[in-house]
């Protein structure tokens, strides 16, 4: 498959629901896309300022500073003492991992990457632009011989499923039967909400309870677009099995994918910082915690949902005649059918709006 021939961008069918909220009296509640609406903390935002004297090319494997930060961020946030600095890689965003991460890693034709089964769409195309077969299958059972790379998502997106010590560690048992390399897609695991994720952190695929001290052939993925509200700056990083570190980073060195240095500055800030974090998760309770009883109110069941930035609900009909619906009432939210095939009737609601909009959608829906 060739880049011309990727699919159209599915949000580009939203365009006439957003018109028909965009209408409405009170305007639009745009629930649609996780994109974060609130301030960058201005500890973050000051140490980009202070380095933006960035006259020498940065460094592609991270600035001391910055690996140090990932180190310690896990060991003090994710429960996974012991990396060193040579198992952590910072990324342009977490999307163009995901996207390149096949080719990257040298996949084609005949390799199968498997990835969940309601699932962002991005795991999908990665495979598609490098010829590979996407398969989605949340039971590792059902993983197939030939797959060669497997995508886990905790908490998920769409759908905010949270996979326990003991599947994640189902996960990594088989993959390693089959000989997959398993990437888990952690970007949402500082808002865990309900059961045990309410009090407990939502544990990491290189949690010692997990993986104990082998990591060869696993990866964690992390973003702090939405713990630190820097989705404008591109700031991500992995961690994990330092072979595949290590051939990833040459890779990232020939195709000069390198974060910006004062990015790089701002990230080293951001994840020294617990207080600003945990400022943006009360955020995202109080919103979660209006928004929920009022869609439940009327008439949707929500399914999962247990952690991350989303609702994932169903009024158990086609998801495009929910649209309708929410379009009717100045709301918009994202179909399912743009996250595979399997969940037609639900509906994504995002958690990324101010406060007041998170009412007025609340009260429209009441």
């Known amino acids: 498959m060739a880049v011309r021939d990727l699919d159209d961008y599915p949000w580009d069918a ?10 409405h009296p009170d305007g639009i509640v745009d629930l649609s896309i996780g994109s974060p609406v609130d301030p960058t903390p201005e500890i973050v935002a000051d140490a980009l300022r202070a380095a ?25 946030r994710r429960g996974v003492p012991g990396l060193t600095t040579q198992e952590v890689l910072p990324t342009v965003g977490s999307k163009e991992l995901v996207a390149l991460l096949p080719l990257l890693l040298d996949l084609g034709p005949g390799d199968v990457v498997v990835h969940p089964r309601a699932a962002y769409p991005t795991y999908e195309v990665g495979a598609k632009l490098v010829g590979a077969s996407p398969v989605a299958a949340d039971d590792p059972a059902e993983w197939p011989e030939g797959t060669r790379l497997v995508w886990l998502n905790t908490p998920g997106n769409p759908d905010g499923r949270v996979l326990d010590v003991d599947a994640l560690r189902a996960a990594i048992e088989r993959g390693r039967a089959i000989g997959a390399i398993v990437v888990s897609d952690e970007c949402y695991a500082e808002l865990g909400w309900d059961g045990p994720w309410a009090t407990q952190p939502v544990p990491s695929i290189l949690d010692p309870r997990v993986v104990g001290s082998d990591r060869r052939g696993i990866l964690s993925v992390y973003s702090l677009s939405k ?18 570190v290590a051939r990833l980073l040459t890779a990232r060195k020939h195709l000069g994918l390198m974060l910006p240095a004062p990015v790089q500055a701002a990230m080293t800030v951001a994840l020294g910082d617990d207080a600003h974090v945990a400022e943006q998760r009360e955020r995202y309770r109080v919103r979660r915690d209006i928004l929920r009883p009022a869609l439940e109110a009327a008439g949707f069941r929500i399914d999962h949902s247990e952690g991350g930035l989303y609702l994932w609900a169903t009024e158990g009909v086609d998801a495009w005649e929910s649209m309708s619906r929410l379009a009717e009432l100045g709301i918009l939210a994202g179909p399912g059918h743009f996250y595979g095939a399997h969940f037609p009737q639900h509906v994504r609601f995002s958690l990324t709006a101010s406060d007041e909009r998170i009412r007025a959608a609340a009260a429209r829906l009441r």
């Open 227 to 244: 713990q630190s509200n820097l989705a404008g700056y591109r700031a991500a990083f992995l961690a994990g099995d330092d072979a595949l």
């Open 14 to 23: 939203v365009a006439p629901y957003a018109a028909r909220a965009k209408a």
């Open 52 to 76: 933006t004297d960035a006259h020498s090319y940065p460094l592609t494997v991270g600035s001391p500073a910055l690996r140090e930060a990932i180190v310690d961020w896990y060991a003090r």
